[in-house]
């Protein structure tokens, strides 16, 4: 298949925006060969890419770059010496985010200080479990420093995935 934009393999389309979006070299981690890609019907672009039945992004339409699912967050965050675009919150944060809430300022507990507003970014708690995932709207060094204000906008947290898959059972 040739792709609109010059990719003739969607594969490593997916992957080269991966290095862009993350770091080099990630996209393959990220991505392996047997993923599978949903296509949009109407545009015929990447839509969806899922590993074993699990969705692990979304590639937006409006900048080309990938929105993760929990499982795209859990597993980039695992490959080694990856530890990057994370906010870890308080405990006492933890349900809140957990259920979708947004991160603040005040409830930062450390962060990648290379974090640049708008960027997507990794939510985890003290044990370095992966609790949400969501758009930066502060800098790491801000997320730091202020102690008022929204720093993380989540877009989805991880009791949400668990009830959507118990509903499913």
């Known amino acids: 298949m040739v792709m609109p934009d010059g990719f003739s393999d969607p594969i490593k389309k997916i ?7 993350f770091w080099k070299g990630v996209g393959e981690m990220l991505f392996p060969d047997n993923v599978t890609l949903v296509f949009s019907k109407k545009t015929g672009r990447i839509k969806y890419v899922y590993l074993n039945g699990e969705m692990l992004a979304t590639l937006r339409p409006s900048d080309g770059l990938f929105s993760l699912t929990i499982s795209g967050a859990k597993r980039l965050f695992e490959i080694d010496g990856a530890k990057c675009l994370w906010v870890k919150v308080r405990d006492e944060a933890v349900y809140f985010v957990e259920s979708g809430g947004n991160v603040f300022a005040k409830h930062v507990a450390d962060v990648d200080e290379e974090i640049r507003p708008a960027e997507e970014v990794i939510v985890i ?37 668990v009830k959507k898959e118990n509903g499913k059972k």
Do not use: H, P, T, W
């Open 15 to 21: 992957r080269s925006i991966a290095d862009y979006q």
């Open 125 to 161: 708690d003290g044990k370095d479990r992966v609790i949400a995932v969501g758009r930066a709207l502060l800098s790491g060094r801000e997320m730091k420093s202020f102690k008022r204000g929204a720093a993380v906008n989540v877009r989805m947290g991880c009791m949400r995935k």
